[in-house]
């Protein structure tokens, strides 16, 4: 069984000191990766990233992930093998299809079919294997819901991020899937890896350390309204209870779907630290 890795997905722009502060703290903290996403108004992840390596010692990281569809696959190729280099070797590199159609728009990118936009994923990716030929790659991680995405990087990917949501939300925004959907893309990854000792990875969407767990899991009801509490009380993706009964959760979750490798939200960096703690 895979240890745990725990990863913080930051977004929030700021000053630069603000930025090597909490890329400070997420190492300070236990965090093993420092994650920047990649969307319009946010973070420039290859800059940022270059600026989270000056300010730490051992935090490996990652773009968590890049929207292939905004890069240029030859280009974007090129700029993360230099940022591998000038970071010592620490980085992975996230690659997704993106979701956001306003974004695609204001960027004067086609959106096209998930066909066309998973194509753009895979032609990031052989540029990629190709800019490292003949030298160590850095890790790569590939995030997707589809059979057609998830069964690519099963073939590609060091690590499969499994988003934990469901189609149908408002456009642009993410829905959580139930419990039982989670579990079925587990499975289906399983499946297509078909052995193979592949990390998965999963991005949780809302944490909460409290004595009083039934009123945290009512706080994220109200904004996961179409799951019911008792749903979000089994879910996976939401962390609600004590320290010690998160870390329980998260055990059982590791058993259950194979997840050794969990993502929380830049808002949730303080909150999951005393759980790390209690796994380390």
């Not at 946010?42 to 270059?50: Q, Y």
């Not at 003949?134 to 690519?152: H, I, K, Q, S, V």
């Not at 309204?225 to 749903?231: A, C, M, Q």
Request: hydrophobic share 45%.
């Amino acid at each position: 069984m895979r240890p745990f890795r725990f990863g913080v997905a930051l977004y929030v722009p700021g000053s630069r000191a603000e930025w090597v502060a909490k890329c400070r703290q997420a190492e300070d903290l236990g965090y093993d990766v420092a994650g920047v996403v990649d969307h319009l108004g946010r973070v420039a992840p290859v800059p940022a990233l270059l600026l989270a390596a000056e300010a730490t010692e051992r935090i490996r990281l990652n773009t968590y992930v890049l929207n292939a569809s905004f890069h240029n696959p030859v280009v974007l190729a090129r700029d993360l093998a230099a940022l591998d280099e000038f970071t010592g070797g620490r980085v992975e590199i996230g690659l997704g299809a993106g979701y956001v159609r306003a974004e695609f728009e204001a960027a004067g990118i086609e959106w096209g079919t998930p066909g066309d936009r998973f194509r753009r994923v895979a032609a990031a990716v052989t540029e990629v294997e190709r800019a490292f030929d003949g030298r160590p790659r850095p890790p790569l991680l590939l995030g997707g819901r589809g059979d057609r995405m998830l069964t690519f990087a099963a073939a590609h990917a060091d690590t499969i991020a499994l988003t934990g949501t469901a189609p149908g939300a408002p456009e642009g925004r993410l829905a959580l899937a139930g419990p039982a959907a989670l579990a079925e893309r587990a499975d289906f990854v399983r499946n297509v890896l078909d052995g193979r000792d592949t990390e998965l990875n999963l991005m949780v969407h809302f944490v909460r350390i409290t004595g009083d767990r039934r009123a945290a899991l009512a706080e994220a009801h109200q904004l996961v309204p179409h799951l019911g509490v008792d749903e979000l009380g089994e879910l996976a993706t939401v962390l609600a209870g004590s320290a010690e009964a998160v870390a329980e959760q998260l055990l059982r979750t590791r058993e259950t779907l194979g997840v050794s490798y969990f993502t929380v939200l830049e808002d949730d960096l303080t909150r999951l630290a005393p759980v790390i703690e209690k796994l380390r």
